[in-house]
């Protein structure tokens, strides 16, 4: 009985192996297929050429702070993989049963945008890793958040944050205020279902979740919180949560 458990192991093993060589494989080959056309340089040289590009100097802080904390707060500090969101989303998807959380990084949303579609496809996600690589290797983190925030899409036909601050409040990424940010920064994890033309109840409180992620990320002051509950004329927020939080 016990030869039989050694050898059922040692053959599980031998084909977990074989399964991970060949999904790496076909992974690195759909790499190699999504970038053979235009490079990974390439890509991004065309993008910084378009009309609506806007480099970071030209973004609100605000907006640019609320990303990060929603998306990837710990953006600045891993190397385009964040294995402890991963950990935390594989957790969630067993105990939910089905997909609920992706534990994607910024960069690997990056990449995704500029060279994949949005299938759940393992290979696909191995791919996606080999332009991540690059990207950590030859972009600054400042370089890898400008390009995010300038390819994704904001919902209702808005794609890139120059579109998006024209769209929604006419006005220019530099000059959204603090409460357009969050909603901004709120809008790319789910775009149709927070597209405020028709889901604006929706988007509020998701930016109420994009304000509790720069809350407890230290990334906001408490004065500017209590400010933000204090304006009467700002009607985006629950003010009775963000002030309960705010004293927690």
């Not at 494989?25 to 910084?48: C, F, M, P, V």
């Not at 990207?135 to 036909?157: C, H, M, P, Q, W």
Request: glycine letters at 6%.
């Amino acid at each position: 009985m016990k030869k039989l458990l050694v050898k059922l192991t040692l053959g599980i093993i031998v084909f977990m192996t074989a399964l991970g060589v060949f999904v790496l494989q076909d992974g690195y080959s759909l790499y190699r297929a999504a970038t053979s056309d235009i490079g990974i340089q390439e890509k991004i040289n065309d993008i910084r050429n378009g009309k609506d590009y806007v480099t970071i100097d030209g973004i609100s802080k605000d907006f640019l702070d609320a990303i990060v904390s929603v998306e990837d707060h710990r953006f600045y500090n891993h190397n385009g993989i964040d294995l402890i969101a991963i950990g935390r989303s594989a957790i969630s998807n067993i105990d939910a049963g089905k997909i609920i959380m992706g534990g994607s990084t910024i960069t690997q949303q990056l990449a995704k945008n500029l060279f994949f579609t949005h299938e759940q496809r393992l290979e696909r996600k191995i791919a996606e890793i080999f332009v991540v690589r690059e990207l950590e290797n030859n972009y600054s983190k400042e370089e890898i958040l400008e390009l995010y925030v300038n390819v994704i899409y904001y919902g209702d036909g808005y794609s890139g944050i120059k579109q998006a601050s024209k769209g929604y409040f006419n006005t220019s990424p530099n000059k959204i205020t603090l409460s357009q940010s969050l909603l901004l920064a709120g809008l790319p994890q789910s775009p149709e279902n927070y597209a405020l033309s028709k889901n604006y109840e929706r988007a509020k409180e998701r930016s109420e979740v994009v304000l509790m992620s720069m809350i407890r990320n230290n990334v906001i002051s408490r004065a500017e919180v209590e400010l933000l509950c204090n304006d009467k004329m700002d009607k985006t927020f629950n003010k009775a949560t963000l002030a309960s939080e705010t004293i927690n």
